[in-house]
């Protein structure tokens, strides 16, 4: 069995995060794999947090002149250093939020990839020439560096998410201050001091990205900072309405990533085989908890007894344990709670009519402390409440429709609008499902899960998702402010609209 409380701290050294960071402070890190204590994070307050900004505003002052390719460069040496210890910050992230060994190599991979879009972002920073009606003048838009980001992530994806955001804010101008999970602060310690090391092997004064780790406190003091003018904050709906009017209330800008009820049509004309993969791999991929998570089925009527069936009989094989181990397809849910509330739901759904496949807890007699269940495939009689309801694990429920319009309406019945998918061969149903009148949500895919997006594409979702875009396209508009330039290079002064004013 692994030591995992003496292989964090191996690797925390590696890495080169000083123990005092997180050998004696009073925040009490365990891992989801067995419920060990891996850390004891020092912590920061308010007025610690307030500190982090002030320094954030000072080192803005200077960033924000600096030649945007010079600042890619930052990134890019980032970038140089994230493949350098891909193997051991993986290893940590499946430590800390218990992901299998493949899904924590993939999250840093995410980050070295992000790194690598930003650089060449860094060059590619356009505005706009604007026709304009007045004769000798020229119109344009440019971008410039907004300030401080506050970068606000959830346990399940530990450090992609803040790479996302900072990587792109730093090619822009701005610097950063993050505030990750307080189940996951190890990480982020990790992921700063590379972050440092770098930026002091290229000279660059202190400040230009910060962590600070603490209660809802630490947040609080970032989301309600006058100097701080875009919050990026990843994180359930019930967060996401605590922070948008906060930040609103001082005319700050927030980027929001909330809330997912990710939901996948299976059309008659599905090939099956394919959709078994990719529901799979959508439902159960860190025990159901991602925010691009299949939560959904709504499969035809005429195919729902050859693929239900086999996807319980996946289920029923798929190989749950530690995630450290070779083979290992479904790791632990985050903790205790996330069991209970996962238990909850399916009891709910019972009550609903529903037949429950799996979900049970699994591995209890060797891993008492720890949170491993049985994915669960759920048969329900319609859309009730709790299949409208986002449950953190790895719930998949079943639905049939008749016609495209049935599936259609079904799909977009639910308050979140992140992630979707359909399987179907049939062009139209395909372009339907991409169209105005098609899915409601952010990322629209087809015969693909709504779940493993690219950094190429905007990330982001509507309705209780909260419309924000992270990542690629040009979701790096978020993180700058915009200005519309007028130059008169004539010697006359005609204004806009025809409008006379004669002075004499």
Same mark, same amino acid.
């Given at each position: 069995?692994?030591?995992?409380?003496?292989?964090?701290?191996?690797?925390?050294?590696?890495?080169?995060?000083?123990?005092?960071?997180?050998?004696?402070?009073?925040?009490?890190?365990?891992? @989801?794999?067995?419920?060990?204590?891996?850390?004891?994070?020092?912590?920061?307050?308010?007025?610690?947090?307030?500190?982090?900004?002030? %320094?954030?505003?000072?080192?803005?002052?200077?960033?924000?002149?600096?030649?945007? @390719?010079?600042?890619?460069?930052?990134?890019?040496?980032?970038?140089?250093?994230?493949?350098?210890? &891909?193997?051991?910050?993986?290893?940590?992230? +499946?430590?800390?939020?218990?992901?299998?060994?493949?899904?924590?190599?993939?999250?840093?991979?995410?980050? $070295?990839?992000?790194?690598?879009?930003?650089?060449?972002?860094?060059?590619?920073?356009?505005?706009?020439?604007?026709?304009?009606?007045?004769?000798?003048? %020229?119109? *344009?838009?440019?971008?410039?560096?907004?300030?401080?980001?506050?970068? /606000?992530?959830?346990?399940?994806?530990?450090?992609?998410?803040?790479?996302?955001?900072?990587?792109?804010?730093?090619?822009?101008? !701005?610097?950063?201050?993050? &505030?990750?999970?307080? &189940?996951?602060?190890?990480?982020?310690?990790?992921?700063?001091?590379?972050?440092?090391?770098?930026?002091?092997?290229?000279?660059?004064?202190?400040?230009?990205?910060?962590?600070?780790?603490?209660?809802?406190?630490?947040?609080?003091?970032?989301? !309600?900072?006058?100097?701080?003018? /875009?919050?990026?904050?990843?994180?359930?709906?019930?967060?996401?309405?605590?922070?948008?009017?906060?930040?609103?209330?001082?005319?700050?800008?927030?980027?929001?990533?909330?809330?997912?009820?990710?939901?996948?049509?299976?059309?008659?004309?599905?090939?099956?085989?394919?959709?078994?993969?990719?529901?799979?791999?959508?439902?159960?991929?860190?025990?159901?908890?991602?925010?691009?998570?299949?939560?959904?089925?709504?499969?035809?009527?005429?195919?729902?007894?050859?693929?239900?069936?086999?996807?319980?009989?996946?289920?029923?094989?798929?190989?749950?344990?530690?995630?450290?181990?070779?083979?290992?397809?479904?790791?632990?849910?985050? !903790?205790?709670?996330?069991? !209970?509330?996962?238990?909850?739901?399916?009891?709910?759904?019972?009550?609903?009519?529903?037949?429950?496949?799996?979900?049970?807890?699994?591995?209890?007699?060797?891993?008492?402390?720890?949170?491993?269940?049985?994915? #669960?495939?759920?048969? *329900?009689?319609?859309?009730?409440?709790?299949?409208?309801?986002?449950?953190?694990?790895?719930?998949?429920?079943?639905?049939?429709?008749?016609?495209?319009?049935?599936?259609?309406?079904?799909?977009? #019945?639910?308050?979140?609008?992140?992630?979707?998918?359909?399987?179907?061969?049939?062009?139209?149903?395909?372009?339907?499902?991409?169209?105005?009148?098609?899915?409601?949500?952010?990322?629209?895919?087809?015969? $693909?899960?709504? +779940?493993?997006?690219? /950094?190429?594409?905007?990330?982001?979702?509507?309705?209780?998702?909260?419309?924000?875009?992270?990542?690629?396209?040009?979701?790096?508009?978020?993180?700058?402010?915009?200005?519309?330039?007028?130059?008169?290079?004539?010697?006359?002064?005609?204004?806009?609209?025809?409008?006379?004013?004669?002075?004499?």
């Amino acid at each position: 069995m692994t030591d995992t409380a003496a292989e964090a701290r191996s690797v925390l050294q590696r890495l080169g995060v000083p123990p005092a960071a997180y050998a004696d402070g009073p925040l009490v890190v365990r891992s @989801p794999i067995d419920g060990a204590v891996i850390g004891r994070v020092a912590v920061t307050d308010a007025a610690g947090a307030g500190e982090a900004v002030a %320094r954030a505003a000072a080192a803005f002052a200077d960033w924000r002149s600096v030649p945007a @390719p010079q600042r890619g460069e930052l990134v890019r040496r980032l970038g140089e250093e994230l493949r350098r210890h &891909k193997a051991d910050l993986g290893r940590l992230v +499946s430590l800390e939020a218990g992901k299998i060994v493949q899904e924590g190599l993939g999250e840093v991979q995410e980050m $070295i990839d992000i790194c690598d879009f930003a650089v060449g972002l860094s060059r590619q920073l356009y505005g706009l020439t604007i026709a304009t009606e007045r004769p000798g003048h %020229r119109m *344009m838009e440019t971008w410039h560096p907004a300030g401080p980001v506050a970068v /606000i992530t959830a346990f399940n994806f530990p450090v992609a998410v803040w790479s996302w955001n900072a990587m792109l804010a730093l090619v822009c101008g !701005d610097t950063v201050v993050w &505030k990750p999970s307080e &189940k996951t602060p190890l990480t982020a310690l990790a992921c700063q001091a590379i972050f440092d090391r770098t930026a002091a092997e290229m000279g660059l004064p202190p400040g230009l990205a910060a962590v600070v780790i603490g209660a809802a406190e630490v947040g609080e003091a970032l989301v !309600d900072d006058p100097r701080v003018p /875009i919050v990026s904050a990843t994180g359930s709906t019930r967060m996401g309405r605590a922070v948008a009017p906060r930040v609103a209330a001082r005319f700050g800008r927030t980027i929001l990533e909330l809330g997912g009820n990710n939901g996948m049509i299976v059309a008659p004309s599905a090939d099956l085989t394919l959709a078994e993969r990719a529901i799979t791999f959508a439902a159960v991929g860190t025990c159901g908890q991602r925010c691009t998570s299949l939560r959904r089925i709504i499969v035809h009527e005429s195919v729902y007894d050859r693929l239900v069936p086999r996807l319980a009989a996946i289920y029923g094989r798929l190989p749950i344990g530690n995630p450290l181990e070779s083979g290992t397809l479904i790791g632990p849910l985050i !903790d205790r709670a996330a069991l !209970d509330a996962m238990q909850a739901a399916l009891e709910t759904a019972r009550a609903d009519g529903g037949t429950v496949h799996g979900g049970g807890r699994a591995l209890a007699d060797r891993y008492p402390d720890a949170a491993y269940v049985a994915p #669960a495939l759920v048969e *329900m009689p319609g859309q009730t409440a709790i299949v409208c309801h986002e449950t953190f694990a790895p719930i998949l429920y079943a639905l049939r429709y008749r016609d495209f319009d049935e599936a259609l309406a079904l799909h977009n #019945a639910v308050p979140q609008g992140l992630a979707s998918s359909v399987f179907t061969t049939d062009l139209r149903e395909a372009e339907r499902f991409m169209s105005a009148a098609g899915s409601d949500c952010g990322i629209v895919n087809v015969n $693909i899960g709504p +779940s493993g997006a690219e /950094i190429g594409g905007a990330f982001g979702g509507e309705k209780e998702t909260g419309g924000g875009r992270e990542s690629g396209s040009d979701a790096w508009k978020g993180y700058m402010r915009r200005a519309t330039n007028t130059i008169n290079y004539s010697t006359a002064l005609p204004l806009a609209q025809g409008i006379r004013f004669e002075i004499d």
